[in-house]
T-cell receptor, first 115, second 112 residues
Framework: ETGVTQTPRHLVMGMTNKKSLKCEQH?????MYWYKQSAKKPLELMFV???????ENNSVPSRFSPECPNSSHLFLHLHTLQPEDSALYLC??????????????FGSGTQLSVL | GQSLEQPSEVTAVEGAIVQINCTYQ??????LSWYQQHDGGAPTFLSY????GLEETGRFSSFLSRSDSYGYLLLQELQMKDSASYFC?????????????FGDGTTLTVKP
């Protein structure tokens, strides 16, 4: 496999469920990200991991919990979500170096529906 | 704060040329990127401008004027497969491309 892969592609969950989204990158990149994409809204950055350390958390509610066990894997743990959390969740990676790293590589996303 | 403006929709015919504009207001600026996203697909990187001027990649070109806080994506010889959403994104940090701020996207419809 190449690129950035996300599983599952689709997820339907109730507000009391706990689930996890998984992202794996096969590009040898050193930074990974979670984005939320809602209908008619721009991409919203949620979390940034650089060299496996979380370097940014953009005021995301605690019902979203990221985990980055190594530079190739990223998880987003979900619990007690709200219907307004229904969206496409995109994982991305990049290779960051001084003066470089302008490209983001995205996965195909997980389409989440919260009932 | 950061804000980017781009048209919400553009329609053109096959073989034509279309220009998608992007104006931005950001607290800092390091570069402007363009991404394409087909329905149900992942955004894919198209082009990046860190300096003023034109960058050409095949049928697609991107232009930047930092003094005008303005850029555009130019698509030539349009094909049906170019129907997609196009996002501009401003990078305002020297590191982490993923910290870019994205525009709302422009939906391009190419008609036969």
């Amino acid at each position: 496999e190449t690129g950035v892969t996300q599983t599952p592609r689709h997820l339907v969950m109730g507000m009391t469920n706990k689930k996890s989204l998984k992202c794996e990158q096969h590009l040898g990149h050193n930074a990974m990200y979670w984005y939320k994409q809602s209908a008619k809204k721009p991409l919203e950055l949620m979390f940034v991991y650089s060299l496996e350390e979380r370097v940014e958390n953009n005021s995301v509610p605690s019902r979203f919990s990221p985990e980055c066990p190594n530079s190739s894997h990223l998880f987003l743990h979900l619990h007690t979500l709200q219907p307004e959390d229904s969206a496409l969740y995109l994982c991305a990676s990049s290779q960051e170096a001084a003066g470089r790293g302008e490209k983001l590589f995205f996965g195909s996303g997980t389409q989440l529906s919260v009932l | 704060g950061q804000s980017l403006e781009q048209p919400s929709e553009v329609t053109a015919v096959e073989g034509a040329i279309v220009q998608i504009n992007c104006t931005y207001q950001t607290s800092g600026f390091y570069g402007l990127s363009w991404y394409q996203q087909h329905d149900g697909g992942a955004p894919t990187f198209l082009s990046y401008n860190g300096l003023d001027g034109l960058e050409e990649t095949g049928r697609f070109s991107s232009f930047l004027s930092r003094s005008d806080s303005y850029g555009y994506l130019l698509l030539q010889e349009l094909q049906m497969k170019d129907s997609a959403s196009y996002f501009c994104a401003v990078r305002d940090h020297r590191t982490n491309a993923g910290k870019s701020t994205f525009g709302d996207g422009t939906t391009l419809t190419v008609k036969p």
